[in-house]
């Protein structure tokens, strides 16, 4: 692959990823209503996009051998705790991240 494919590869790849950023924004124009469906899908798209996040992440956890499941229901439990304690999603899952790692490399 030359320096001319990558280049475009990455042009395309860029114009892309700022139709897609800007794309909202020429949709609905400022003083233009949003549409009902769309408040509606902004209501409840982040509560299903996280349930499914963190199926994803403990669909793998086995529960019936040792250490059943404890460091994910340990990290995700400090998830949880520091989301209603400080309401900051990155240090959250930031020290969800760590604790489990942690446990995994140095305990289990």
Known sequence: MN????????AVMALVTML????PFLI?????PIPPYVAYLGDVLPAAI??????????DTVVTAA???APEWIAAAC???LQAWKRNSLLSILSGTVVYMLLVQLVF
């Open 67 to 69: 250490p059943y499941g």
């Open 28 to 32: 609905f124009r400022a003083g233009k």
């Open 20 to 23: 897609l950023r800007f794309l």
């Open 50 to 59: 996280i349930g499914m996040l963190v199926v994803y992440c403990l669909k």
């Open 3 to 10: 320096f001319g494919h990558s280049a475009a590869l990455v």
């Open 79 to 81: 998830v949880v705790g």
